[in-house]
């Protein structure tokens, strides 16, 4: 009994010095162009993912319904635990100066935009690959998503370049 218990204590402290050997990102950058993202530690990429967006993604975003994925400084400020896509983390897209743009042209700027894995009940990787796809969302497949949730912290500051 001892012995197990001394096995389930070293299994226990090494998954825990796992974890915290795991980088955090201090920066998520998007460049919609090349359709990558990356996760930043110290102004070193230490991942790299394939993105799909929105199904209209040049440009910025300007109004709800354009399926543009949004261009500029953001934060990933939450999890939707409700989402229809497999993990979600929020992009507090409108900002500011997007609100004030929008009420400049008389629209609505949208909202609701994430990076998120793929529908739920919808595992089929090979149909979305290399597809834009989202509405103005960032979207990864669903392991991505899950390994991107473990290395990102909410208040995560996120660049979206064209």
Known sequence: MKKLLFILLVVA????MAFSDRPTADMVLVKKAERKMFLIKNDTIFREYNISLGKQPVGHKQKRGDNRTPEGLYTLDFRN???????????????????????QLGV????DIFIHGL????????VYEGVDWTRGCIAVNNPQI????QYVSDGTPIRIAP
């Open 13 to 16: 402290s090494q998954s825990a």
């Open 81 to 103: 635990r409700q989402s229809k896509f497999h993990l979600s983390l929020h992009i507090d897209y409108p900002n500011q100066q997007d609100r004030l743009r929008a009420q």
């Open 108 to 111: 609505d700027p949208g909202g």
């Open 119 to 126: 529908p739920n009940g919808k595992n089929m990787p090979l």
């Open 146 to 149: 899950r390994e991107i949730a």
